[in-house]
């Protein structure tokens, strides 16, 4: 686990203006354009180096974002500071219910496996961070044009002018940077519909101790319910673009669930790009980090982890290829690599038998659920991986040979 600083949480940061009153350019060293936890990870990654850096936030933080808000036990041990002070609950079972046939298998661990959060305070509480390590935050600031020059970019945005030596794009699925410097779109995006919502106390009383996900409810996808101090978070979301009734399939879920009706819910759909980007090494002076970059993990549609780690990484890069920026998309190119995109090869290859197999899955799950859930629980707590796992013949030939 990675060494604490001790830092606790605090509810509004400072943030600045981009231009001066003549309207002089300001010149970064880094500009990191979004301030999730890609960006917000970059950023503290960068800080105490004497660099100019810049987080550019399009939001007034704290915001709030659609997710499922639960932080898994491997994104947890990537950061230097304590989240504990905005966790809402910690989860130390994770429950996976099969439907037609059922089944159910759960696992638990010592230490939390997924610590739920809500996103406006988890992200706020990173950004604190960079900005106290010396990061400059710049909120309500929209990035519109990108510009690519030598030795530069200029990020030109709605109160001003950036001239940066580098830029981290960390701007979500849909990225301006990206649109601007002409990447291609994001393949294997996946819809997502999630309601934040409460019930009465004693109907939601047996779904708090657990993270619980739900299989065979939706085609090609997965329910979850989540948690926190006092409301869940469900959602629904399919590997099946554009081809799901979300909304239709939540409503079925929760009759499942058996909460009754909500006394408050907002709902929210969004996007979950889990394919990386193409083209994603060829921005010049650009790199790209964490849902921009399309990283989110395609078995579990989570996308914490790799945005915490790619945004760490991109800024690791920028420094040991001391801004030259073939060394840089180098050392970043082989970093991810090494960490993340041959992970996704492998996680994209189960996804694919998962979801889109579902006679196979319901055959695995009746020979081995509990075999395959305790391995599922590994590698999200971090003690496994998938290639770890892959190395391992025998975790998975026993799956599809019938071996006890």
Request: with cysteine; aromatic share 8%; glycine share 12%.
């Amino acid at each position: 686990m990675t060494a604490r600083s001790g830092l606790t949480y605090k509810s509004r940061v400072t943030s600045t203006a981009p231009t001066t009153a003549s309207g002089q350019t300001v010149e970064l060293d880094v500009a990191i354009v979004g301030a999730g936890p890609a960006g917000a990870a970059a950023a503290l990654a960068l800080g105490g180096r004497g660099l100019r850096v810049g987080l550019i936030e399009k939001a007034v933080p704290p915001r709030y974002k659609t997710c499922g808000g639960g932080v898994l036990r491997r994104a947890v041990a990537l950061l230097p500071l304590d989240v504990r002070a905005v966790v809402e609950r910690e989860c130390h079972v994770a429950e996976f219910v099969h439907h037609g046939p059922p089944m159910r298998f759960a696992c638990g661990r010592e230490q939390p496996i997924v610590s739920m959060v809500m996103r406006d305070r988890f992200d706020h509480l990173i950004t604190t961070a960079a900005v106290q390590a010396g990061a400059q935050l710049f909120t309500g600031t929209t990035v519109r044009e990108v510009t690519l020059g030598a030795d530069h970019v200029t990020l030109a945005t709605g109160a001003g002018e950036f001239r940066v030596r580098f830029v981290i794009a960390a701007d979500g699925a849909a990225s301006v940077v990206a649109k601007q410097t002409g990447r291609p779109e994001l393949r294997g995006v996946f819809p997502a519909f999630e309601c934040e919502a409460t019930f009465a106390a004693d109907a939601m009383a047996p779904l708090l101790r657990a993270a619980r996900f739900d299989f065979g409810l939706v085609p090609a996808g997965y329910g979850w319910v989540f948690p926190k101090r006092g409301h869940l978070s469900i959602g629904v979301g399919t590997t099946v673009r554009g081809a799901a009734n979300l909304p239709q399939h939540y409503r079925r879920y929760l009759e499942v669930l058996g909460l009754g009706t909500p006394l408050h819910e907002e709902r929210h759909g969004y996007l979950i790009p889990c394919r990386p980007r193409d083209g994603m090494f060829g921005a010049h002076r650009v790199l790209f980090a964490g849902d921009a970059a399309g990283l989110a993990d395609p078995v579990t549609a989570e996308g914490i982890t790799a945005g915490i780690l790619s945004g760490q990484l991109a800024a690791r890069a920028i420094l040991a290829g001391e801004f030259a920026e073939a060394a840089v998309k180098r050392c970043y190119r082989a970093a991810l690599e090494q960490t993340l995109l041959g992970e996704l090869r492998i996680a994209r290859w189960l996804a694919w038998v998962f979801y889109e197999c579902p006679r196979l899955r319901t055959v695995l799950l009746k020979r081995h659920g509990q075999r395959m859930t305790e391995l599922m629980t590994k590698i999200v707590t971090g003690e496994t991986t998938y290639s770890a796992a892959m190395r391992r013949p025998g975790n998975y030939l026993r799956l599809f040979r019938g071996g006890a």
